[in-house]
């Protein structure tokens, strides 16, 4: 991959699954590393498995402080070129039976966090008069709604309408705005999927398989490298077939 070396990168939810896949990506490339996530860094394993080139900031993306802190931590260590806006929850009911404080909790980190850190990471990029790559998790549930996911649909949605406009707004400035789609990925989140639907969502997937969080850390690593700088402003499925 051309271009990552060196790249100063800030990925959120890096503590596992897609985010922790991500971060060894781009560190197998040889970019430094500013990764976020709610634990306290002795309790990720990142310092092992990352032992040069990663900051840490322990934080919640959904509250001011938090986001505070990882804004001040962009602008450490020269800025930054690459923010890969992974942070996300979920917290499933129908429509009727959801509550204000369940919608309310996933519209903060999923969408909220994405817009407010994508921001922060603009204005770092713009002061730094070198462009730069914003990446943001959507997902295909996105493109057709789902049973019991009303919040994290909306959210979804909104990211891609969010890179859309953020990549009309910041292209003059370099600074391309991409999304990732994933489809069913292989994670804890994916797993709290009853056995019968996960089976049943294989079935239509002309892959046959979920996906594995490696497949999403390649999509991100390629959309901020020097190989994507005429793309932006796209959301890119990355699902096995399933949205065709």
Not at 3 to 9: A, E, F, I, T, Y
Not at 68 to 83: P, Q, R
């Amino acid at each position: 991959m051309r271009g990552l070396k060196g790249k100063r990168v800030m990925i959120t939810g890096a503590a596992g699954g897609i985010g922790l896949a991500t971060a060894q990506r781009f560190y197998d490339e040889g970019a430094t590393l500013l990764l976020c996530d709610l634990k306290p860094l002795d309790e990720t394993g990142l310092a092992a498995r990352f032992p040069e080139r990663m900051r840490y900031v322990a934080a919640d993306v959904s509250s001011p402080a938090g986001l505070a802190a990882v804004d001040a931590a962009m602008g450490e260590d020269g800025g930054l070129d690459v923010l890969v806006n992974n942070a996300g929850i979920t917290k499933d009911k129908s429509a009727l039976k959801m509550t204000d404080a369940e919608w309310d909790a996933v519209i903060a980190v999923n969408l909220t966090a994405v817009f407010r850190l994508a921001q922060a990471a603009a204005r770092h990029m713009k002061a730094q008069n070198r462009g730069g790559s914003i990446l943001s998790a959507a997902s295909v549930v996105a493109h057709y709604g789902n049973f019991g996911q009303a919040n994290y649909v909306a959210t979804k949605a909104g990211v891609i309408g969010l890179t859309k406009t953020l990549a009309r707004e910041l292209g003059r400035a370099g600074i391309r705005v991409n999304a990732v789609a994933p489809g069913f990925i292989d994670t804890p989140m994916a797993r709290k999927v009853p056995e019968a639907n996960l089976a049943s969502l294989i079935e239509r997937t002309p892959m046959a398989r979920l996906g594995n969080p490696e497949d999403i850390a390649a999509a991100y690593a390629f959309l901020a490298s020097d190989d994507a700088t005429y793309i932006t402003g796209t959301c890119l499925n990355v699902d096995g077939g399933l949205v065709m």
